[in-house]
């Protein structure tokens, strides 16, 4: 077991939510088990090559998706990562829409976020000794990597919304329509569960992150039939239907 990695020339880090738990791919591909001061990652991290460049996968629930969003131990996910050397991290999160052009198997590159979560451990700040840090958060997504992304979907062929407000609510169960038209008043228009604290911890790690969200459902009151029931076999369908799309954005990213 590898307790104390050694920073590695990672060119990009990808953590994968619900329904992306290996990357397609990945060549010389090497399992890495850490352990790191926060405890262990959700899953072993996965190093290995893509369009020449060195990245690493993380499953976020892990490799079987044992883990809830409330008990996922973000801390650890995001320090593992930035020990072996990730200094730009794409989280891939499951999400709801809620805007109208944000229906299922759209792919979306949020700029905002507001956070609805509680009781997370939120912060490497929060451990004795950690240096107390008032993090710029103006802006939750790394600019330069939201730009990059989008162009890399431009030229991937991929069609991707740019922007839009991601919610993070607690989990695991589903909203109620009362919450998304709360969220909706608010400026939200997706909704999932793991987007926080993942962006803030990656950003008191001084490290670029972004987020593509995979549209697998409308959310509780939303869409062309705001009384509809959600499936979750739909949910699933889906989210396999449009995963597929996030390695070809991934592989222009690096190929550029």
Known sequence: ???SPSPSNISLAIIGGTGVYAFPGLERARRQEITT???????????GEVAGKHVAFLARHGESHAFAPHHINYRANIDALHGLGARRVIGVNAVGGIRDDMGPRVLAIPDQLIDYTSGRASSF?????????????????????????????????????????YGATQGPRLETRAEIARMRRDGCDLVGMTGMPEAALARERGMDYACIAVVANWAAGCGPDPEAPISLEEIHAHLAAATRRVPEIVNALLAG
């Open 37 to 47: 001061h926060w405890g262990a990652p959700s899953s072993p991290i996965v190093t």
């Open 1 to 3: 077991m590898n307790t």
């Open 125 to 165: 700040c929060d451990a004795d000794g950690e240096a107390v840090l008032h993090i710029e958060f103006g802006e939750p997504y790394t600019a330069s990597l939201r730009r990059d992304l989008l162009d890399a979907a431009q030229r991937g062929g991929v069609a991707v919304v740019d922007g839009g407000c």
